[in-house]
C-alpha cells in the first residue's frame, strides 16, 4: 500500500538565533510534524492543516520546498510505501506551541545544534541541516520576513 503525507521543518527567528520545532512523536522519536494527505489538498495545504492540527501553530509562512522523502514500514504484517513531501516554513508572531493530539508526546523550539542532536530517523538530520541552511540563506538575502 502506498501512503502520502506531508508536513514541514518550522523556523523562527529569535534576537539570540534560529529556533527549530520538532515533535516527539507516538514511537519516540523526535521530528517534524506531518500527517496523511486529504483528498483534494496539496501537499503544501495538507502540511500547513497538520501543523495547526499538531501543534497549534495558525501564522506560519511557507518559504520554500524542501524534500521528499521515502521509506517503508510494515502495519499489521503489510508493508507500507511512504512518501512524505516536506516544507520549510517560517513561525511568525508569538503563538504558544501546544500538544493537540494524542498520539504527540511533545513539541519544543530547539536550538539548531540541540535539534540536530535529537531528530534521528535515517536521513532526517540531513534534511533538517538542509533547512536550516535555506533558512539562514534566505536570511541573508532578506527573504524572510524582518517585521517581527
Ligand atoms: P502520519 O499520519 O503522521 O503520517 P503515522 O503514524 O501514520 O503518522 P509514520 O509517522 O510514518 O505514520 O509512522 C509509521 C512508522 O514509520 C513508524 O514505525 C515510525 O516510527 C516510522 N517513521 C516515521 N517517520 C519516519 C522517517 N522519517 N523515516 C523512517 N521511518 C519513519
Known amino acids: 500500500m502506498n501512503e502520502f503525507s506531508a508536513g514541514g521543518v518550522i523556523i523562527k527567528k529569535r534576537p539570540e538565533g534560529i529556533l527549530v520545532l520538532l515533535i516527539k512523536d507516538g514511537y519516540g522519536r523526535w521530528t517534524w510534524p506531518k500527517g496523511n494527505i486529504e483528498k483534494g489538498e496539496t501537499p503544501q495545504e495538507a502540511a500547513i492543516r497538520e501543523i495547526r ?12 520546498k524542501l524534500d521528499v522523502i521515502k521509506y517503508v514500514y510494515r502495519l ?58 535555506r533558512f539562514r540563506e534566505g536570511l541573508l538575502n532578506g527573504q524572510t520576513d524582518r517585521s517581527n
Open 53 to 64: 492540527e499538531e501543534v497549534g501553530l495558525k501564522n506560519i509562512r511557507p518559504l520554500d
Open 76 to 133: 499489521k504484517g503489510k508493508l507500507i510505501f511512504k512518501t512524505v513531501y516536506l516544507f520549510l516554513f517560517e513561525a511568525q508572531g508569538e503563538e504558544s506551541l501546544k500538544v493537540l493530539k494524542e498520539e504527540i508526546e511533545d513539541a519544543q523550539w530547539l536550538t539548531p545544534d540541540e535539534a540536530l542532536r535529537r531528530i534521528e530517523y535515517k536521513g532526517a538530520k540531513e534534511v533538517l541541516k538542509k533547512a536550516i541552511g
